[in-house]
């Protein structure tokens, strides 16, 4: 995205250049037939190159939690992103703008002793050591789409818990109608910090009903591992209906608040990047168009799905709204 100052054309193509460069070959053509064999397929034909080496998440869903979650579009029936592209396509800019040089920028990133502040409208603010927070909840495995604002996507087995969960836990209050987000600040572990591409700290924010949602993701790992460090550890939001840039990583504060909270993007950009950035094919970005995306993986565009293909969840939040000044 970078600021519309810094911007090439490049920028915007770079997926479909780096696919032509890639080397190596891809095995997961056969994950196509299927949502239930999905995590056998892995155990038999391993994606991970050996590049992740955070520890395995334990207890990882149960067939029942499965069934359930296929039930509710929490596991979308799409092959799976490859874990080397999962881990080597990336925007984190507190490491580096070049998506292909975050994995080594972040690879020493260190999150022991990590902490997480939930306050704000809630009548039982806390600090969360890391272990105690991921104790709210057993991690589920979530399949969803995610899609740049950029124009690429990828589908990315998450692991992680509702935010709802959380925030259900420190008791917001009636007048709690935002839940706004910060990303750790310290530019001696995040050296991106120490260029002025963006304001940092990075911060986001979602409506309460939004951040309240079953979807909206608090996620820890992905692959059943824990979440590398270009991927946002040791914690990240996913809305899988919004646009990849509200999903912010590496948080170290979650507050409640009245009103709409300032996010690093739209300040960053206002004509370009909105509060709401929900994914909408019918909204170009003003120097681009939304209507197709590169599925990293695939060759060739496909269709842009309204709230990126998850509707039927969550287009009743925005009842009356209108899409197009509300970006
Ligand atoms: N703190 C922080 N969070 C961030 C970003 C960032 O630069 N800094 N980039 C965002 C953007 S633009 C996208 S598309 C996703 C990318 O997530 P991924 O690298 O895990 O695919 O992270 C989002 N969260
Ligand atoms: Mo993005």
């Given amino acids: 995205m970078k600021e519309p100052n810094k911007i090439s054309a490049g920028d915007i193509t770079d997926p479909a250049v780096y696919f032509n460069r890639r080397t190596f070959i891809?095995?997961?053509?056969?994950?196509?037939?299927?949502?239930?064999?999905?995590l056998v397929y892995r155990r038999l034909n391993p994606v991970a190159t050996g590049t992740v080496d955070t520890p395995l998440i334990q207890g990882l869903v149960t067939p029942a939690a499965v069934a359930a979650a296929d039930a509710t579009g929490f596991r979308v029936a799409e092959t799976e992103t490859s874990l080397r592209d999962i881990t080597h396509y990336n925007n984190f800019y507190e490491f580096s703008t070049d998506k292909e040089g975050?994995?080594?920028?972040?690879?020493?990133?260190?999150?022991?002793?990590?902490?997480?502040?939930?306050?704000?409208l809630v009548s039982k603010p806390r600090v969360f050591d890391l272990d105690d927070l991921l104790k709210i909840s057993p991690p589920e495995e979530r399949i969803y789409r995610m899609?740049?604002?950029?124009?690429?996507?990828?589908?990315?087995?998450?692991?992680?818990?509702?935010l709802s969960k959380l925030l259900d836990r420190v008791e917001p209050l009636g007048d709690a109608k935002?839940?706004?987000?910060?990303?750790?600040?310290?530019?001696?572990?995040?050296?991106?910090?120490r260029s002025d591409v963006l304001k940092?700290?990075?911060?986001?924010?979602l409506r309460m009903d939004e951040a309240m949602h079953p979807l909206t993701l608090l996620a820890s790992g992905l692959y059943g591992r824990a979440l590398p460090p270009q991927d946002g550890a040791p914690l990240r939001l996913v809305i899988p209906w919004k646009y990849g840039f509200k999903g912010i990583k590496s948080i170290v504060k979650i507050?409640?608040?009245?009103?709409?909270?300032?996010?690093?993007?739209?300040?960053?950009?206002?004509?370009?990047?909105?509060?709401?950035?929900n994914v909408n094919p019918q909204v170009d970005h003003p120097r681009?168009?939304?209507?197709?995306?590169?599925?990293?993986?695939?060759?060739?565009?496909?269709?842009?799905?309204?709230?990126?293909?998850?509707?039927?969840?969550?287009?009743?939040?925005?009842?009356?709204?209108?899409?197009?000044?509300?970006?």
Avoid: H
């Fill in 255 to 277: 507050k409640l608040e009245a009103t709409q909270p300032r996010t690093t993007w739209s300040e960053c950009a206002p004509n370009e990047y909105g509060f709401y950035a």
């Fill in 147 to 162: 899609r740049c604002v950029e124009g690429w996507s990828m589908v990315v087995p998450w692991a992680g818990f509702s």
């Fill in 200 to 205: 940092w700290p990075y911060v986001e924010g």
């Fill in 288 to 327: 681009w168009s939304q209507a197709t995306e590169q599925r990293i993986g695939e060759s060739g565009r496909r269709p842009t799905l309204m709230f990126n293909g998850y509707a039927a969840q969550v287009a009743s939040l925005y009842n009356g709204m209108d899409l197009r000044a509300n970006f």
């Fill in 102 to 120: 975050v994995a080594s920028a972040a690879a020493r990133f260190e999150t022991n002793g990590w902490q997480v502040s939930v306050e704000g």
């Fill in 178 to 193: 935002f839940v706004a987000f910060e990303t750790l600040l310290d530019p001696r572990r995040m050296p991106g910090q």
């Fill in 26 to 38: 891809r095995t997961g053509i056969a994950a196509a037939s299927a949502v239930a064999t999905g």
